[in-house]
C-alpha cells in the first residue's frame, strides 16, 4: 500500500473552505496532529461563545491557565441565560469571569444578549480596550418576551467618546435610550442596524453626533410612523449611501413614509414590508438619481409585472445596475407573475445590461 505523507499547508485552507465548522469538529481535529492544534484552535478561539455563566467561569480559566491563547480571541460573544430549573444569579466567580473576558486585549468584535442585555450599558463600560472595538451587538432577542427586566440600553457621549474607532452599532429586540451629546465630535460609525428597537427618549441621529456619511442603515420596525421621525433626521443630516428598511406590520396604503428629498443621496435602497405602487416608484426614480440597487419584496408590492417591464423600458432609475423584484403581486392572495410578464420583464432588463434577481 502506498503511503502518502499529508501536507500542511492545507489545513488552512481546508478549515477555510466552510464557515459552519461545529466547535466538536474543531475539537476533534485539533487532536490529529499539533499542526491540526493550530490552525483549529486559531478558529476556536477567535470568537468564543458563551451561552451560560459557569462557561464564562471555565472559559476565563483556561484562558488564564494559558496566557498564549488570549492572543488568539479577536471578539467575545456574551449571551448566558440562567437555567430554567436553578433560577439563582450567578454567582461572584462567573462574574469575574465575564469581566476578566470584557478586559481582553485585541477584542474588535463583542456580542452582548441574554441576561447582559438588561441594562446593557453596564457590561459596555467593562470592556477593558474599548479603543480597539469595530463591532458590537446588543442583543435583547433572547428575553424580548419578558414583562419586567427588559433588554434596554442607555447610549450617552461617554460610550460614543469610548468607542474611538467603532464601525458597527447593531441593537436588537430592546428599549434604547439616547442621551444627547453636550459636545460635538462625530461618529466614527458606517453601518447602524436597528432591529425592533423601541426608543423611549432622544433622537438615532444623536448616535452619529454630526457624523457626514454611513454605509449603510438597516432598520426594521412595526411602526412606521415612529421610524420615520428618527430616520428622517439621519438621513438629511447624513449621506446614507445604503438603506435597507423593513417594516413588519402591513402598511395600509400610506405608501414610503419617509420624505423623499431625504433619500436623495442612495446608492442602495431595500424595501421590505413598505406599501409601493407605480407613484412610489416613479417618485423614487425621480429622486434617486445615483440609485445603483434596487430591492423591492414583501406583501404589500402593488406593481404588477406589466408594470415592472413598462418602469424598465421607460429608462426610469437610469444608473440602476441591480434590480430585485418580489416575482408577484399581493392584492390577497399572492399572485405570481405569468411566464409571459417574467420573460418580459427579463428581456428588458437584458436590453439595458441590467442584473434581476
Known amino acids: 500500500m502506498t503511503h502518502c505523507e499529508f501536507i500542511d499547508d492545507l489545513i488552512p485552507l481546508i478549515l477555510e473552505s466552510n464557515d459552519h465548522w461545529w466547535p466538536r469538529d474543531l475539537v476533534a481535529l485539533a487532536t490529529v496532529s499539533p499542526s491540526w492544534l493550530f490552525y483549529s484552535r486559531k478558529r476556536l478561539y477567535s470568537l468564543p461563545t458563551i451561552h451560560s455563566f459557569p462557561a464564562a467561569k471555565l472559559l476565563a480559566r483556561t484562558l488564564t491557565g494559558n496566557p498564549r491563547l488570549c492572543t488568539l480571541v479577536n471578539g467575545v460573544c456574551l449571551r448566558p441565560m440562567l437555567g430554567e430549573q436553578n433560577r439563582r444569579g450567578p454567582q461572584p466567580a462567573e462574574l469575574k469571569g465575564l469581566r476578566l473576558l470584557l478586559g481582553l486585549e485585541g477584542l474588535e468584535r463583542i456580542v452582548i444578549g441574554g441576561e447582559l442585555a438588561v441594562k446593557a450599558e453596564r457590561f459596555l463600560r467593562l470592556i477593558g480596550n474599548p479603543d480597539g472595538v469595530e463591532d458590537i451587538h446588543v442583543d435583547g432577542s433572547l428575553i424580548s418576551h419578558r414583562m419586567s427586566s427588559r433588554p434596554s440600553l442607555e447610549w450617552d457621549e461617554g460610550l460614543s467618546f469610548g468607542f474611538q474607532r467603532l464601525k458597527k452599532l447593531r441593537l436588537t429586540d430592546m428599549e434604547l435610550d439616547i442621551i444627547a451629546p453636550s459636545i460635538d465630535c462625530p461618529s466614527t460609525i458606517t453601518d447602524l442596524v436597528l432591529e425592533n428597537v423601541h426608543i423611549i427618549h432622544g433622537q438615532v441621529a444623536h448616535i452619529l453626533n454630526g457624523a457626514p456619511t454611513m454605509n449603510c442603515l438597516h432598520v426594521t420596525t412595526k411602526d412606521a410612523t415612529v421610524s420615520a421621525g428618527h430616520l428622517g433626521p439621519v438621513l438629511a443630516s447624513c449621506m446614507v449611501k445604503c438603506l435597507h428598511y423593513e417594516l413588519q406590520k402591513e402598511s395600509c396604503g400610506n ?34 438619481r445615483n440609485l445603483r440597487e434596487l430591492v423591492v419584496s414583501g406583501r404589500t408590492v402593488r406593481v404588477t409585472g406589466a408594470e415592472w417591464a413598462g418602469c424598465i423600458r421607460s429608462g426610469a432609475f437610469s444608473g440602476l445596475e441591480r434590480l430585485g423584484l418580489p416575482w408577484g403581486t399581493n392584492r390577497r392572495p399572492f399572485i405570481p407573475w405569468p411566464p409571459a410578464e417574467v420573460r418580459e420583464i427579463r428581456e428588458a432588463c437584458a436590453r439595458r445590461r441590467l442584473a434581476v434577481y
Request: with cysteine; proline share 0%.
Open 255 to 288: 405608501g414610503f413614509a419617509l420624505d423623499m428629498e431625504s433619500i436623495g443621496t442612495l446608492e442602495c435602497l431595500h424595501l421590505k414590508g413598505v406599501y409601493v405602487d407605480l407613484g412610489v416608484l416613479n417618485s423614487v426614480s425621480e429622486v434617486c
